[in-house]
């Protein structure tokens, strides 16, 4: 395979997102392996099943060929109260619309994020892996990225700092040969 696209969507509209600047260090670290995209989700209105089929419906339609296009998906997210951040899962719910017309079908994915408290975004990613098992998205499990925040996680360069970087540097390698072992077809 030569170099996979990778996209990576940020489970956060906040342009300050600690989980931003996370998603923006790992893209740094395979930079030289992969095509990294970073996927907006922030302009996609709230779904509602009605838009299905309808003009109310063209932000999702017009998303899914960026989803599609990609090798492999990376979600950088933050947790809110002990769950998936509602704008991100919205994007899940409005790219798999209308039923048999899912976006995220095949995907390799992997889940990532940071916050400040000792178990990080633990719940989020977990309710993540749920709706991926339903999405049909091959999720890496091992090994998981729950990162504790703090100030030396990135350097003022915006890149990894030392005292995590062989462990994220791994969790991007992993997930690269896990791209490479779920190819879609």
């Not at 178990?119 to 091992?142: E, S």
Request: aromatic share 8%; charged share 20%; hydrophobic share 40%.
């Amino acid at each position: 395979m030569s170099n996979p696209k990778i996209g990576i969507i940020v489970g956060s509209n906040s342009k300050q997102s600690i989980n931003r600047k996370l998603g923006q260090a790992l893209a740094k670290l395979i930079a030289d392996k992969a095509d990294v995209q970073f996927l907006d989700i922030s302009h996609l209105p709230l779904y509602n099943r009605d838009f299905d089929g309808q003009p109310e419906g063209k932000p999702f339609e017009d998303f899914k060929p960026q989803i599609r296009a990609c090798d492999g998906l990376l979600f950088v997210t933050p947790e809110h109260n002990r769950s998936v951040p509602a704008v991100l899962k919205n994007a899940l719910d409005g790219c798999s619309r209308p039923y048999g017309q899912s976006a995220w079908g095949g995907i390799p994915a992997a889940v990532i994020g940071t916050a400040a408290g000792g178990p990080a975004t633990a719940m989020a990613q977990q309710h993540l892996r749920n709706v991926f098992v339903f999405l049909d998205m091959p999720t890496m499990q091992q090994p998981e990225g729950f990162i504790r925040w703090n100030d030396e996680l990135i350097d003022a360069q915006g890149n990894i700092g030392p005292a995590s970087h062989d462990f994220l540097n791994n969790y991007m390698t992993r997930f690269l040969a896990w791209v490479q072992l779920h190819a879609k077809k």
